[in-house]
């Protein structure tokens, strides 16, 4: 039986990760660059920032400066304004803490992450937060997760992650974490060989968590 559940963020509590690169898309357009989709995931799967595409093609620190302010801000304009719930994720999350205790490791920066939980409910299960300022070093390193483990006290055995990115699944796997990774159309195509369950959504988690042996 699993006592822990540190939880990624973006794709796998709420669907983000196609507006970030949407909003990366269009602030990249506004300078003349072409951001392309199948790239940008190959990229993200590495761990590779949203710019490795630009910065390959010669476009240089001060311009991406530029872009990278306005991605952040039509990204916060798309958290504003689309739907971005899964569907059963409350509800997940209430029945799962009845088993087990929950947290979030994120490489989301804390204003993004703040902006979408104003107004939801699922921080209320959660024991902390671990946000991209507060570890040295992001995923695909094994740092987030490793201080997951140290917040919580636990063991690695005792613990699951749940994660929906390659990034994600080589930092639980570089931990020494069980990784149950949940199906994500947006990164459907990253390689998941390494994860320890698929699932299609988080209802499944239960029969994980409570699962012996």
């Known amino acids: 039986m699993k006592k822990y559940i540190l939880f ?31 790239q940008y995931l190959r990229d993200m799967a590495r761990g590779s920032g949203s710019w490795a595409q ?20 039509y990204y916060q304009e798309y958290l504003r304004t689309e739907a971005i719930e899964i569907d059963g994720v409350v509800d997940t999350l209430a029945e799962l803490s009845a088993y087990a205790r929950m947290a979030i490791v994120t490489t989301a920066k804390r204003a993004d992450f703040d902006l979408i939980h104003e107004k939801r409910r699922i921080r209320q299960f959660m024991d902390f937060v671990i946000v991209r300022e507060d570890c040295e070093r992001a995923k695909p390193h094994p740092d987030p997760y490793l201080a997951g483990l140290k917040r919580f006290g636990a063991t690695r055995e005792e613990t699951l992650v749940v994660e929906d990115s390659a990034r994600g699944l080589a930092s639980a796997v570089a931990a020494g974490i069980d990784c149950a990774v949940v199906h994500n159309e947006f990164t459907k195509a990253h390689d998941f060989s390494r994860a320890t369950h698929r699932i299609d959504s988080l209802s499944e988690l239960k029969d994980i968590v409570l699962r012996q042996g």
């Open 8 to 38: 990624d963020h973006d794709g796998v509590l709420v669907d983000t990760e196609f507006w970030y690169f949407k909003a990366a898309e269009r602030a990249l357009g506004e300078a003349g660059f072409a951001l392309d989709e199948e």
């Open 54 to 73: 630009a910065r390959a093609a010669g476009i240089d620190d001060r311009t991406l400066g530029r872009v990278r302010d306005a991605r952040d801000g």
